[in-house]
């Protein structure tokens, strides 16, 4: 009797929407609640965990990705209204904010040139293509923002976007045993530089760990794509990259 009414409910489930709404949540929370259970291993990060499940469940069910978005889309949606919400416990880190707001904005820039143009030469010395490295550039911008200003210089947003979730994971499962191996203790240090080269992916480890990590991870986040958009197409424009 089982087996009859699971069936039925993937009938249903196959021909709705509400397909790739309820595979996410699925997949996340099982990943979430395995990434608990291993004491937070950062190996089992449980956005590396559920979107791994939810490839293998697009394979196995023969599902293509426009329809597993069209239930999906709703928490692609949520996203704008989270990465506002990083504002509240920003506001709550003001005072620290105040304290350091210069080594902070040198930081960000140096940053963004330096993430920027090593991608590019790293690549270049590889012998990829321009416009390979015209999508490298912006790895480290939150996906929307990569996409567009990869479009804008010449670059394959697909391809952006794909080296944006890699970075993003990579980030988010290293980075803390990184800070750790070369001392790096305060918080909002770290926040700055994982949110600065692991955007949204990044931010959302670093408030694993703490609430002053994440709020500045949020912030180099926020600021890193503002800087990107603005000034990536004028400096690759003066250094030649883009002739």
């Known amino acids: 009797m089982i087996e009859p009414d699971l069936n039925r409910i993937w009938v249903y489930l196959s021909a709705s929407p509400l397909l790739g709404l309820t595979m996410t949540l699925v997949?996340?929370?099982?990943?979430?609640?395995?990434?608990?259970?291993?004491?937070?291993?950062?190996?089992?990060?449980?956005?590396v965990t559920s979107v791994t499940a939810l490839i293998l469940f697009l394979l196995a069910t023969d599902t293509s990705y426009d329809d597993y978005f069209d239930g999906a889309q709703f928490v692609h949606f949520l996203l704008g209204p989270a990465t506002v919400a990083l504002a509240i416990p920003l506001y709550q880190q003001f005072n620290k904010l105040k304290?350091?707001?210069?080594?902070?904005?040198?930081?960000?820039?140096?940053g963004v040139v330096v993430g920027a143009f090593s991608s590019v030469a790293v690549a270049r010395l590889l012998g990829a293509s321009l416009e390979t490295q015209l999508s490298l550039a912006p790895k480290s911008v939150t996906a929307p923002v990569?996409?567009?200003i990869s479009e804008q210089i010449g670059g394959l947003p697909s391809l952006t976007a794909a080296l944006v979730v890699v970075t993003g994971i990579i980030g988010a499962v290293i980075g803390s045993k990184l800070f750790d191996l070369i001392g790096i203790r305060d918080d909002s240090v770290k926040g700055i530089a994982m949110g600065m080269t692991s955007h949204g992916i990044g931010t959302a480890r670093a408030f694993q760990v703490s609430a002053q990590m994440g709020a500045f991870s949020g912030l180099a986040m926020a600021l890193s794509a503002f800087l990107y958009s603005v000034f990536l197409p004028w400096l690759?424009?003066?250094?030649?990259v883009l002739g």
Do not use: E, F, K
């Not at 291993?41 to 956005?47: F, G, K, Q």
């Not at 304290?99 to 140096?110: F, Y």
């Open 27 to 47: 997949a996340y929370s099982l990943a979430h609640r395995l990434y608990i259970r291993s004491d937070s291993n950062p190996l089992l990060n449980p956005v």
């Open 99 to 110: 304290q350091v707001w210069l080594p902070v904005t040198v930081a960000l820039v140096t």
């Open 146 to 148: 990569g996409m567009a």
């Open 236 to 240: 690759l424009s003066i250094t030649g």
